[in-house]
């Protein structure tokens, strides 16, 4: 593909765009897509669920690579310390992240039927950033754990 | 249908918590990547998965664009009786996919 | 990004300098090898590896009959997991007819035009794929089995020759990354020593299943080369003398890769 090289540029940036499947102004600076996540976002995102009600630390855990190969399908796991019973039982559990174009990832309802509390899924994440797993218990409080994560891209791209 | 594969132990012991894996072929289009006009490709995704136990949910996913492709979820339930496990996908224009697994419980 | 990586590279290896040569037998390693844990952890497990999706798929359209003939390929060939069997380790292999190899995906179109007189299913479709991953299963653990016999040679040298000339606007050879700096990093990632032993693979870059073909046009826009057509000669001759260059290590298929 022998083209000048302010075109091939442009080219080659479109398909870091499309590739990486998070287009948008995230992590990348173009124009293209809406405004991506941004911490206040995240914290906004955050607050839909927990309220007015504190943000304990603790008793959530996340499991994800701390290198992650490919942004497009990074497994993680979050787990939550609970005894599962009627009385004291995980409610939900939630995942945010911060720079990915939209702050949500994933809502999941428990109760005491689920015996352990692990899920298990593969997420898409923009850019290096933080991850936020928030656990509602069914007393009303809410713990969290958060992780950095460093994503790299994969290094020969798709064309044409 | 898009193609679903549940994995579940098909025996288990009363009380036992035991690990389902979920997975559907679907491309979760995040309505962030540009076309080749640099427009947005419409939203496609899978919003919500339900499990069923013998009918009563058990449990139930919100997703979101940040869901890689191909959505695989997994998680726990305790094992109560014997009968049926089914799952609910539903999404974007009308997406729907339903799967079902029996279970003894012993 | 990328460019800028390569031409520090090629410094690096000096304009003129020739390829060091094959990677010693023993030393060969496949991608899995240079996959982090998890990604890993995603092929091994059946019920995690979203290629298993296409699989399934394959599984179904093996008994669907289809073409003019209404024949599906279990009414020739039965339970492909005893007919299939180390089928896709030897592949691609000579057709005699055409005096030439094909390869996986051309042979299961050959047998859909001349068998089920159906049309032909097209390159990177999702039902090609499901039926290659699907072929490909079957031969999941034994060693890829190409020999350098007469009829492959002038094939596998014009495998060999794509293989080891520089070419395109960075003016790299295959294997000047893959022979000669494979564990390296390029961008970030791993330069893996490109042995093509999982294909169709779920890459996760493509969020779905893909053919070694797509991947090597993957690697010749990368390289910023001329990128041959699905199911030119070309592309079946390099698809070849990789395979040789892997005879002997375990196939993969499905596999996953970054």
Known sequence: MTRADGTSQRTRRRFLVETAALAGAAGLGLDSGPAGATPASMQAAIRNVTGEAKLNKGRVKIDVPALIENGNAVPLTVSCESPMTQEDHVKALHVFTEKNPQPNVIGVHLGPRAGRTSVSTRIRLADTQKIVAVAQMSDGSFWSDEVEVIVTLAACLEGA | MARALINAPAKAKRGEAIEIKTMISHMMETGFRPDSTGRPIARDIITELVCKYNGEEIFRAELFPAIAANPFLAFFTVATESGTLSFEWTGDNGFSATESVNITVE | ?258
Request: hydrophobic residues 40%.
């Open chain 3, 1 to 258: 990004m990328i460019a800028a990586a390569a031409l520090f590279l090629i410094a690096l290896l000096g304009a003129g300098a020739a390829s060091a040569g094959e990677i010693p037998l023993a030393e060969r390693k496949s991608g899995y090898e240079f996959m982090g844990r998890e990604t890993r952890a995603m092929q091994d497990d059946d019920t995690a590896n979203p290629a298993m999706l296409s699989v399934l798929d394959g599984e179904t359209l093996w008994q669907r009959k289809d073409g003019s003939a209404a024949k599906s390929c279990a009414d020739c060939h039965g339970d492909a997991r005893t007919s299939m069997k180390g089928v896709a380790a030897r592949y691609p292999a000579f057709d005699a007819g055409r005096g030439r190899p094909v390869d996986l995906e051309e042979r299961v179109n050959i047998c859909r035009a001349e068998k089920q007189q159906a049309t032909p299913l097209a390159f990177e479709s999702k039902e090609l794929l499901a039926l290659a991953a699907y072929v490909g299963r079957q031969s999941r653990g034994m060693p890829i089995d190409i020999a350098d016999e007469a009829r492959i040679k002038p094939f596998l040298q014009a495998g060999r020759d794509m293989f080891t000339e520089r070419q395109g606007q960075l003016n790299l050879s295959c294997a000047q990354c893959h022979d000669d700096n494979w564990g390296q990093k390029l961008a970030g990632a791993p330069i893996p020593q490109g042995h093509p032993t999982g294909y169709p693979i779920y890459r996760l870059e493509w969020q779905t299943l893909g053919s070694l073909q797509r991947r090597l046009r993957n690697c010749l826009f990368g390289m910023r080369a001329i990128s041959y057509p699905y199911g030119a000669a070309e592309m079946v001759n390099l698809e070849l003398y990789l395979m040789w260059r892997a005879r002997g290590m375990p196939i993969e298929t499905p596999a996953v890769r970054p």
